[in-house]
């Protein structure tokens, strides 16, 4: 579809001076901009503070899990905890720069979290009793979202540095890498080596976070 352009718009001449001031104006307010780390770096860097932000924050709590669980059992649950921060932690720096390849979508991001996390803990705790179930499952998922909610702030002050252009996609990120950081607290501080409790309560953690960040998304893509 063709549009007739006005004559006062085609035929318009503009004040060289105006046009000189414009030009001084934006040279004035222009600033240097300075490059961010490579990805891998940037990955490295959220991994990091991951796992060091997941112990300070299970220190007052006591590291009961830690203690509780077997060598092999260990290994396999922290392996799965930290390949799930790498990959949410990628997904986090995709989001920071506009036009990069998106390995893999936030919510597939989220599913796939949730799904490793209840796999592993069937597989390593193959207990489904449900002896004081929600007595016991209630301080976890507090103690979890609390963690999640600490991890939040930092997460979205990060991101903040990068240059989001989908609110949504970039929340449900920031909530899923939060919650995943309250897991992992759980997954040291937690003794009760229990799949329905870890399930239930764990891994609900991040479901939780990743929802909440997809509703705070949204209300943010509203009000731009």
């Not at 001076?17 to 490579?38: K, N, Y």
């Not at 991951?50 to 899990?65: D, K, R, S």
């Not at 976890?140 to 979202?145: A, E, H, K, P, V």
Request: hydrophobic fraction near 55%.
């Amino acid at each position: 579809m063709q549009f007739d352009i006005p004559d006062r718009i085609a035929k318009a001449n503009p004040d060289a001076g105006h046009v000189a001031q414009i030009r001084r104006v934006m040279i004035d307010m222009a600033t240097p901009v300075q490059a961010l780390p490579s990805n891998g770096a940037m990955m490295l860097f959220v991994v990091g503070c991951f796992v060091i932000l997941a112990a300070l924050l299970a220190a007052p709590f006591g590291f009961y899990g830690f203690e509780k669980l077997s060598a092999g059992s260990a290994v396999t649950e922290y392996a799965v905890v930290l390949l799930l921060a790498s990959v949410l932690a990628g997904g986090a720096v995709e989001q920071m720069i506009p036009g990069s390849r998106r390995v893999i979508q936030p919510v597939a991001g989220v599913l796939v979290a949730i799904s490793l996390l209840s796999g592993s803990a069937s597989l390593l705790f193959p207990d489904f009793s449900t002896h004081e179930f929600i007595r016991r499952g209630i301080p976890c998922l507090r103690l979890g979202m609390l963690c999640a909610m600490a991890a939040g702030v930092l997460v979205a002050l990060a991101m903040r540095r990068g240059f989001v252009t989908d609110a949504v996609q970039a929340a449900i990120t920031c909530g899923a890498l939060s919650g995943l950081l309250g897991v992992g607290v759980l997954a040291l501080h937690c003794p009760i080596l229990n799949a329905a409790h870890i399930i239930s309560w764990h891994v609900s953690v991040v479901a939780v976070t990743s929802v909440v960040g997809a509703l705070v998304g949204g209300r943010l893509s509203r009000l731009r």
